[in-house]
């Protein structure tokens, strides 16, 4: 039964082999880096906190959907901005195309963007969280006027979702004289790639293994966008990626120093304050369905959101 | 604190940020709907789910990333949350709401989960535990009620709400076990029983193998407003000295039952023994025959030989008829001469112990004066007597009972309660026959009626007899460690799972009261005892200290000889031993004065005449 999928993996396999080779050895790589303007620094000073007794924040999200398929179901999210002495400010929500103001909104999106309903409650989804947690964080920053604060994931991604949120942030930072940093532990980006080695890679191709454990790569400064450092701050072969605002590239180094610091060395390679938060807020399915069967009606759940395939026998 | 995850009717899980819960605390629900239970804390626990156990998935953080968060204020000490389990006290009708609040009750909205009743005439046993913060709520007449001890601590302060059990519900529900390993605190929670009845004036007769049971001195560094001085509400008496045995009243077993405890019958003896025995027979009756019946049947042959009235001397005629009477009852049914022989000298011996010298009036005396008895002597002996006193002491009070149900006049006898300790020596389980257990099984189940209450302290409650066990309404369980007896205790009390786990680990002096006045397991600190165990000097305390005070006689006695060596110590050995007053001989002096001097109580100088021991420095 399983013969033809064998020999899918197999060419599979020596597609990513091929891949792999058209990257060429690691040292060349690091050569056409130097030469793109990168820089490679070993981490690993005393990594102070470079902002004196501003606080650190750190700021991520979560969702997730409990139901069948559209619009039989409903998204709960949670987003949350915690510093480093202790203050919390936590946004929540939901959606579901199950009422109507939120039906108007993907209906709305749909019809934008030239997508199915049901991409379009992605989108919908996606923007909704982000919302949430650049609201969170910009509630952190007038509270507690932080020195640095840690977003889970990178600034497109904002920029993107919530524009209009986003620049408020930006302002409120700037203002607060806070530097922001987005950590990213998949880099799905390609700049550095393109730059590199040409289309058609991205920078994770490029960057596994790359770097040594405690090297980052800063890359010549930018003026608009987004500046991006890589670093591998544990021991894992695979570095994460750190969205800087342009202004704030001179910090960059220091900044680095510290995330490096506090990293545990066996780890994936986060900032182990970022992944205490990203435990905190996270909604996973148990509490999904915990919340749910405690404060929806049993009717009203079994009507509307159950999905079929959850009466499965087998 | 809040309650969390799922809940029953019964049971709760309570989360805490701040504060690690105590076990047995009690916490009040604020959940209206079903009007804000109380719950005592089963079990606890502390996590902190950042620090977890290092494994593959969850490596350990290096102390750099903990520093590096510090400097910013972070401590991820501080993520740590505390767990509660939490038994209702009251079953509520429906689930608890998740969610509701939790606090720490006060004392009033507690009062009527804690004390009984009648709380003010109760026997007053030790603190509830967990209840530590209610202390500055109590009201006057319960605070300062009591002292606490604690081996290490040494005495201290009532910390908690007193533990007062109302000892008048009794009558409902008879009959007290104490049950523990030693060192646990079983003795003291039986003495601090006794001496609550001594306070109350209620009568009561404890069996005192172990000699422990005296009243007489305070507990060392009590406060002297805690000192009661019990000596007129005790006394002491010893089987064979004070009190005794009314031959007369003995039944046939009970008889055998008492020359068992000098040494095992056979059966053969015990049938002996029964078919010998009258009732009413007195010492000299019963001894007689005994010894007569011996007689006939080694003289059998002249006896049966000799006619009757071929003998002269009527005495002797008398005798012979006599010992023919005897032959023709009881040859065939009593064994041989030895059997009656072995009979004969273990009757002698309890003769010569005095037992059947006193009876037992001087200690029914003692009772209607509403003391409290204390009755020694050997284990063995005991048995057997606790079996006949018990008999005689429960029939008084029926007596007295029976009549006034009938409306005769009958002369009072007291209620009152019999104590053991070591009660599966007198009322084992199993097939043994044992003298005691039969009236002890009786007055478990029917000694209620008449007043009469069992206070049965044991470390084996597996080998108590399961039918005592079963009436003990209220049992006072300390540390035990045998799997049996956890076993055992499970079967026969309301302890639950997290209770019955933590029995081998409970300090000494802290026990669950689990009991069907109160309806629930109570975890108890008992209180200190007023008074202390005579013999609590350790004996290798006692031999350190004795071999101190020889060595320090004898420095005294050669002080003024010094310098002693060989050469002279012929010369003072007169002197020495005269002051000493124990001969010692030259040798064994010389050694003495070496092991000093190894000791740096004297000093050794060589000289030509050998070593000259000289004062220390």
Redesign the interface.
């Known amino acids: 039964m399983q013969d033809d999928l064998v020999a899918c993996l197999r060419a599979f396999n020596r597609e990513l082999r091929r891949r792999g080779a058209m990257l060429g050895d690691r040292a060349i790589l690091r050569e056409r880096i130097l030469r793109a303007g990168g820089r490679f620094v070993r981490l690993g000073g005393a990594?102070?906190?470079p902002f004196g007794s501003a606080?650190?924040v750190a700021v991520d999200g979560s969702t997730h959907g409990f139901g069948g398929s559209y619009p039989y179901v409903v998204y709960l999210f949670r987003a949350a901005a915690r510093s480093?002495?202790?203050e919390r400010v936590v946004e929540q929500g939901y959606l579901s195309p199950l009422v109507a103001a939120h039906r108007e909104e993907v209906a709305q999106v749909a019809a934008r963007e030239g997508v199915p309903r049901e991409h379009a409650l992605l989108l919908v989804r996606d923007r909704q969280l982000c919302r949430l947690e650049v609201r969170a964080a910009t509630a952190a920053v007038g509270a507690v006027g932080p020195g640095l604060v840690l977003f889970d994931g990178g600034f497109l991604r904002y920029a993107h979702h919530a524009p209009e949120e986003w620049e408020e942030y930006c302002r409120t930072a700037r203002a607060a004289g806070a530097v922001s940093v987005g950590v990213i532990e998949e880099a799905a980006s390609s700049g550095l790639a393109r730059a590199v080695v040409g289309e058609g890679f991205f920078d994770r191709d490029l960057l596994f293994g790359l770097l040594d454990p405690g090297e980052a790569l800063f890359p010549a400064p930018v003026k608009r966008g987004v500046y991006t450092v890589f670093a591998r701050l544990s021991r894992h072969p695979q570095p994460v990626a750190c969205d800087f605002l342009p202004e704030h590239s001179q910090q960059a180094p220091a900044v680095m120093e510290?995330l490096y610091?506090?990293?545990?060395?066996?780890?994936r390679g986060i900032p182990?304050?970022l992944d205490?938060v990203d435990?905190e807020v996270r909604l996973d399915e148990w509490e999904v369905e915990l919340l749910l069967t405690?404060w929806v009606e049993a009717d009203l759940r079994e009507r509307f959101l159950v999905p079929h395939r959850a009466r499965r026998t087998y | 604190m809040q309650v969390v995850g799922t809940t029953t009717q019964q049971e709760v899980w309570v989360a805490s940020r701040d504060r690690k819960f105590v076990i047995n605390e009690l916490l009040l629900i604020e959940d209206p709907e079903r009007e804000n239970p109380v719950g005592e804390v089963v079990s606890t626990s502390s996590l902190n789910r950042y620090l977890p156990l290092a494994g593959e998935k969850t490596p350990l953080v290096d102390e750099g990333v903990l520093a590096g968060l510090r400097a910013v204020g972070y401590r991820i000490e501080e993520e740590e949350v505390h767990l509660a389990r939490v038994r209702l006290l009251q079953e509520a009708g429906t689930p608890v709401t998740v969610g509701a609040r939790v606090r720490r009750p006060a004392f009033h909205e507690v009062a009527r989960y804690l004390l009984p009743a009648r709380y003010r005439d109760g026997l007053v046993l030790g603190v509830i535990r967990g209840t530590g913060h209610l202390t500055s709520e109590l009201p006057g007449d319960l605070r300062e009620v009591l002292w606490l001890y604690d081996p290490e601590r040494g005495l201290y302060p009532q910390d908690g709400v007193p533990f007062i059990f109302d000892h008048h519900q009794m009558h409902q529900y008879p009959h007290i076990g104490i049950f523990g390993g030693s060192g646990s605190g079983k003795s003291f929670g039986l003495r601090v029983l006794l001496e609550e009845l001594m306070e109350r004036r209620i009568p009561a007769v404890v069996l005192d193998p172990h000699l422990e049971m005296d009243f007489s001195e305070p507990f060392p560094g009590l406060p002297a407003e805690f000192v009661r001085d019990y000596r007129d509400r005790f006394t002491v008496f010893t089987v064979g000295v004070d009190v005794g045995i009314d031959f007369t009243e003995l039944t046939s077993r009970e008889l055998a039952g008492l020359l068992d405890a000098v040494y095992p019958l056979t059966e053969a003896m015990t049938n002996a023994v029964e078919t010998l025995h009258r009732k009413r027979d007195s010492l000299v009756s019963f001894g007689s025959n005994l010894r007569d019946l011996i007689r006939a049947m080694e003289e059998e042959k002249t006896i049966q030989a000799v006619a009757e009235d071929k003998v002269a001397d009527p005495v002797e005629r008398e005798r012979i008829k006599r010992y023919r009477d005897l032959l023709a009852r009881y040859k065939d049914r009593v064994g041989g001469v030895s059997t009656l022989n072995a009979i004969s000298w273990r009757l002698n011996a309890l003769e010569k112990e005095g037992v059947f010298t006193a009876g037992t009036a001087v200690l029914e005396e003692a009772l209607h004066r509403r003391q409290l008895v204390v009755v020694r002597g050997p284990v063995r002996l005991l048995g057997v007597y606790a079996a006949y006193l018990f008999r005689r002491l429960y029939a008084r009070r029926r007596e007295f009972q029976d009549a006034r149900a009938k409306g005769q006049e009958a002369p009072w006898f007291p209620p009152f309660v019999l104590a053991t300790d070591e009660a599966h020596h007198f009322a084992p389980r199993g097939e043994r026959e044992v003298p005691a257990r039969g009236i002890i099984r009786e007055i478990a189940q029917e000694g209620r009626k008449y007043g009469v209450f069992l206070i049965l302290a044991t470390q084996r409650p597996a080998l108590l007899d399961d039918t005592v066990t079963a009436q003990l309404n209220t049992k006072i369980i300390f540390r035990t460690v045998r799997a049996l007896d956890i076993a055992a205790i499970e079967q026969e009390t309301d302890l639950v799972r997290e209770e019955l786990a933590r029995l081998p680990y409970l300090a000494s002096g802290n026990a669950f009261v689990s009991s069907a006045l109160v309806g629930r397991t109570v975890p108890v600190r008992i209180r200190a005892a007023r008074t202390a165990s005579p013999h609590v000097i350790n004996p290798f305390d006692e031999l350190a200290q004795r071999a101190g005070e020889a060595d320090r006689r004898l420095l005294e006695v050669i002080a003024p000889l010094l310098p002693l060596g060989a050469f002279n110590l012929d010369l003072h050995l007169p002197a020495i031993q005269g002051k000493l007053g124990t001969p010692v001989s030259f040798q064994e002096l010389l050694d003495r004065l070496r092991a000093l001097a190894r000791e740096g109580h004297l000093r050794v100088e060589p000289t030509p005449f050998g070593e000259q021991f000289l004062p220390g420095r």
């Open positions: 990594g102070d906190y606080p650190l480093s002495r202790g510290y610091r506090i990293t545990p060395s066996d780890s182990l304050f205490l435990a405690t």
